[in-house]
């Protein structure tokens, strides 16, 4: 494939994936009452080969390709199509600053009165969707062989199912948690503060998991260790230095291009020594947004990041992912009766622990179940540690695919579940001025 070919695939590429995530994110929000991040997901999916490939696979095969045949001393060698690299990149890249942005949002203050609150509906969140994956794990699927890699302990595989069970979904809440005008409150941040916490916890189970699987303890030493020396590197030396950049204003306001570019170059950094050191590296872009000082400097970096990072950048993350999925995998009774086990232990888990620590915390019962209802969202970023726990050879396509369906199904349910809480005018309940 020559450079021109490459271009016109990855261009149409790029027009076939913002027009279905506009129409879908139109018939979603219209008909479904879907937010437009969850059906960007959705989007994802049809337009892989569950859906679009199913329909019509020379065409979605053609379109989004997955392998390319080289010559290497005369025999084909299968290699990935280098148009699904680039939308791989360009989903990483999009992920990194929306997470940067999440991160200048994230207001700490706005949480200080309700720590006990914070803390438990985090703890809860962690603790009870990891009981109920390790019983799953040791009961219904003890004897399966077809779910587990078969290199993998009974001790690894049960690590790796709570941890998965865990992960909230840290992006996509972030961004539910925007449309609906609520990223900025009381509840929101809460939301926000127990959501990273809990997938920092999950990656961090993680790393131990390929430890051990690996048996290489410096994995999980590295990941957990380095991780939270970043955090509060960041959160003392990093934010003195950051608080020159507001000299760095002049009088209108604005930031010349040279501080635009090195804000930019620290949140990459960032996220590459999290990604690097095991963590992933939303957490990297993270910590430097929650670091920025609060101010003109951050309305700047917004009014300048925010319409092309959402509407271009970050619709990509969600698609590749989706990309990725074969549902029609989950192809027997037995399979499906699986997934039912593992759908109700999730939700469970995750919407019954973090609704009872917000009560036992003092919370009011309706904020407590919206709050159980935005946490139980799991998202992209548990198809990120499913495809990290499938790469490393640690489960199969069959509980990949079964894990996947759960992620999409307590995504779907989280904007009706929160209406149902408050109602159609749910954002006027929490607005801050």
């Not at 779910?147 to 009974?154: A, E, H, K």
Request: aromatic share 10%; proline share 3%.
């Amino acid at each position: 494939m020559n450079d021109l070919d490459l271009m016109l695939t990855f261009m149409l590429q790029v027009i076939v994936v913002l027009a279905a995530c506009k129409l879908f994110g139109w018939f979603g929000n219209r008909f479904l009452g879907q937010a437009q991040v969850t059906m960007e997901m959705v989007t994802g999916v049809i337009l892989g080969p569950s859906l679009f490939g199913l329909l019509a696979p020379d065409v979605q095969a053609w379109l989004f390709p997955k392998s390319l045949e080289v010559f290497v001393r005369g025999e084909a060698v299968p290699v990935e199509h280098p148009s699904m690299s680039i939308l791989y990149v360009i989903a990483q890249i999009g992920l990194v600053l929306y997470m940067f942005l999440i991160g200048m949002e994230f207001n700490v203050k706005l949480i200080s009165g309700r720590i006990k609150g914070a803390v438990l509906t985090s703890v809860a969140g962690i603790a009870l969707p990891f009981a109920f994956g390790a019983i799953l794990c040791l009961t219904v699927l003890k004897d399966r062989t077809d779910l587990f890699s078969p290199s993998i302990s009974t001790q690894t595989a049960t690590l790796y199912l709570g941890a998965a069970m865990s992960i909230t979904a840290f992006p996509m809440l972030a961004r539910i948690l925007y449309e609906a005008g609520l990223a900025n409150t009381s509840m929101g941040t809460l939301a926000l503060g127990a959501g990273a916490t809990d997938d920092a916890a999950a990656w961090s189970l993680l790393a131990v998991v390929l430890a051990i699987s690996k048996n290489d303890p410096t994995i999980a030493l590295w990941a957990i260790g380095g991780g939270v020396g970043f955090a509060v590197l960041m959160f003392t030396f990093g934010r003195k230095l950051l608080r020159n950049l507001e000299r760095a204003l002049d009088t209108e306001g604005r930031i010349s291009q040279n501080v635009f570019m090195s804000v930019i170059l620290l949140v990459f950094a960032g996220a590459w020594f999290t990604d690097a050191i095991g963590i992933y590296a939303v957490f990297g872009a993270f910590i430097v947004g929650a670091s920025m000082p609060r101010g003109k400097i951050v309305d700047e970096l917004n009014g300048r990041l925010h319409q092309v990072v959402v509407a271009l950048f970050l619709p990509f993350f969600f698609v590749y992912s989706g990309l990725n999925t074969q549902i029609n995998l989950i192809n027997s009774v037995s399979l499906w009766e699986i997934t039912g086990f593992i759908l109700l232990a999730a939700i469970a888990g995750k919407f019954g622990g973090c609704y009872l620590a917000s009560r036992l915390a003092g919370e009011p019962h309706r904020e407590s179940l919206a709050i159980g209802t935005l946490m139980n969202a799991r998202g992209l970023m548990e198809l990120i540690i499913l495809n990290i726990g499938l790469q490393q050879h640690v489960i199969t396509a069959q509980l990949f695919t079964i894990m996947v369906m759960m992620a999409i199904v307590t995504t779907l349910m989280t904007g009706p579940m929160y209406r149902l809480v408050y109602g159609a005018n749910s954002t006027q309940h929490h607005r801050f001025d």
